[in-house]
């Protein structure tokens, strides 16, 4: 793993955060009476919030009231998570202490906000491991488009070709994949497909398995 670097996404990869918002809609779709709401927002997975509120425009119509429930389901995440914590996926912490133990740069490329993401990150003591964090909101489109990833690149002064990204949703591994990089999949909610294979270069059940990739490729 000479001369490269490891890019991760944030939500269903470094945090089991994306459950959490989809129970939050299903709560105010169950208060509204807004049918369907979880799988609407299950089409939103990987990415920004723009894009987010497209497709959700596309289900429900421009007259949806958007961001009155958006804000709403926000304060139930954040409610919970104040109560509980955001839950780390398994094998992050141990990942992430072997990249830095071998001087593998590490970075972070988000659909999120970048200010919510250096707060989630801070919280969870994980802050420090990133190189360079970059948020959604710090460009115009959205995975799947690779723009997010090509910033995260160059703002580690790598090549894309010579970077792998993490992911866990579709639209990330298709980003990760446009921009050129090496995508690894870890699948969340949603179940990795044949596209998903095709454009991997490898699939995992977690991230304790992505580490154990990561150490033969450093042997071989």
């Not at 970075?107 to 919280?123: C, H, N, P, W």
């Not at 994980?126 to 703002?155: H, N, T, W």
Request: net charge negative.
């Amino acid at each position: 793993m000479n001369k490269t670097v490891v890019i991760f996404d944030m939500d269903g990869v470094i945090f089991d955060s994306e459950r959490l918002v989809l129970d939050s809609w299903e709560k105010v779709g169950e208060k509204y009476g807004i049918a369907n709401v979880r799988q609407a927002l299950t089409d939103c997975i990987g990415v920004n919030i723009r894009k987010t509120e497209e497709i959700v425009y596309g289900h429900y119509g421009k007259d949806f009231d958007f961001e009155k429930y958006r804000k709403e389901a926000s304060v139930l995440f954040h409610e919970y998570v104040g109560e509980n914590g955001l839950p780390v996926k398994k094998g992050v912490r141990e990942l992430l202490q072997y990249l830095k133990e071998n001087e593998i740069p590490v970075g972070l490329a988000s659909s999120t906000r970048l200010a919510v993401v250096e707060e989630e990150l801070r919280q969870a003591g994980l802050y420090e491991y990133f190189q360079v964090v970059v948020g959604g909101d710090q460009l115009k489109r959205s995975k799947p488009e690779p723009d997010i990833y090509l910033m995260a690149c160059e703002k580690m002064g790598v090549s894309p070709e010579s970077a792998y990204a993490v992911e866990d949703s579709h639209n990330g591994i298709r980003a990760a994949y446009s921009a050129g990089m090496m995508p690894v999949m870890v699948p969340d909610l949603l179940p990795a497909t044949e596209e998903m294979y095709e454009k991997s270069i490898a699939v995992f059940d977690n991230l304790l398995q992505v580490r154990e990739f990561f150490m033969k490729q450093s042997q071989s």
